[in-house]
């Protein structure tokens, strides 16, 4: 089996910061891209961004600038630095990683529990 640990989020005022970080665990035999998703109430899930396993990162336009994503892969895990934060980023945040294991070599997607992020006004 597989599973993503999703931790960090919280309650913050406009303007605050917050980190999130998510540990992979497992029968792990490689991890591909991982990404940070949200939800919040009445949308649907969107990608916040991504980073490929070598370090190329993408993000929405609405985060760019003030979120940025990093991971270590001797942990299996990847962070997502928030700043700044706007109460439109008030949001259910999910990890995601593109993952193989160690009896199973193509690349599966594997999904974390969520983590709420709440930021008022």
């Known amino acids: 089996q597989v599973q993503l640990v999703e931790s960090g989020g919280g309650l913050v005022q406009t303007g605050g910061s917050l980190r999130l970080s998510c540990a992979a665990s497992?029968?792990?035999?490689?991890?591909?891209?991982m990404g940070w998703y949200r939800q919040a109430p009445g949308k649907q899930r969107s990608v916040v961004a991504t980073?490929?396993?070598?370090?190329?990162?993408n993000y929405t336009d609405s985060v760019k600038g003030r979120f940025t994503i990093s991971r270590d892969n001797a942990k299996n895990t990847v962070y997502l630095q928030m700043n700044n934060l706007e109460s439109e980023d008030t949001a259910v945040y999910y990890c995601?990683?593109?993952?193989?294991?160690?009896?199973?070599?193509?690349?599966?997607?594997?999904w974390g529990q969520g983590t709420q992020v709440t930021v008022s006004s």
């Open positions: 980073i490929t396993r070598t370090g190329t990162t």
């Open positions: 497992g029968s792990i035999r490689n991890i591909n891209t």
């Open positions: 995601n990683a593109d993952i193989t294991t160690s009896y199973y070599r193509r690349y599966l997607d594997y």
